[in-house]
T-cell receptor, first 120, second 116 residues
């Protein structure tokens, strides 16, 4: 098990460009989450997938943001027409709920290393 | 209103001493979970420990323990015998186990620096 991976780790772009990030969850995890974290703050929830279905979206996710998980495995987060305010760390997490008696029954979210976006 | 409050923006602790990081929370749900994560300067969010609202005993995980006081709505993280590698940001987070409620709600974090 290699854990959650994210690509790229760093992205520098110019204002107005589109960017796409990828997240590969832990293989047996059917739940996948995206968060955004700005400097000095805790993460803010963006969206959640269970398998391929996007079940929850934050109001933070403007129409410039779109996320997909087409086959219920990896996910992509796209930001169109980037703005300087989009500069942040984008974190992906995955989880797999299980029955009682298993530590994982907490539905603990395990995070990837993040993608740091800088918009110039 | 803030649902998760971490009142200590930063802490300095001598190596090998125990340290307590404060976390208070606000929820009207009866069923919820509290999580602590560590975020080193590299940026990855590392899960440390979990406490469920119905758990009768405080959670422990190696050098980490959670001092859960439900009536006071506090869930403080205790790190015993601190090490230099413990220097990091520490975040308290909560999940309310209501219907269709999947997100973690986070505090602002505490920056812990361990002095040699």
């Amino acid at each position: 098990d290699t854990g959650v991976s994210q690509d790229p780790r760093h992205k520098i772009t110019k204002r107005g460009q589109n960017v796409t990030f990828r997240c590969d969850p832990i293989s047996e995890h059917n739940r996948l989450y995206w968060y955004r974290q700005t400097l000095g703050q805790g993460p803010e929830f963006l969206t959640y997938f269970q398998n391929e279905a996007q079940l929850e979206k934050s109001r933070l996710l403007s129409d410039r943001f779109s996320a997909e998980r087409p086959k219920g495995s990896f996910s992509t987060l796209e930001i169109q027409r980037t703005e300087q305010g989009d500069s942040a760390m984008y974190l992906c997490a995955s989880s797999h709920p299980s029955g009682a008696g298993d530590r994982a029954s907490t539905d603990t979210q395990y995070f990837g290393p993040g993608t740091r976006l800088t918009v110039l | 209103a803030q649902k998760i409050t971490q009142t200590q923006p930063g802490m300095f602790v001598q190596e090998k001493e125990a340290v307590t990081l404060d976390c208070t929370y606000d929820t009207s749900d009866q069923s919820y979970g509290l999580f602590w994560y560590k975020q080193p300067s590299s940026g990855e969010m590392i899960f440390l420990i979990y406490q469920g609202s119905y758990d009768e005993q405080n959670a422990t995980e190696g050098r980490y323990s959670l001092n859960f006081q439900k009536a006071r709505k506090s869930a403080n993280l205790v790190i015993s015998a601190s090490q230099l590698g413990d220097s990091a940001m520490y975040f308290c987070a909560m999940r309310e186990w209501g219907d269709s409620n999947y997100q973690l709600i986070w505090g602002a974090g505490t920056k812990l620096i361990i002095k040699p």
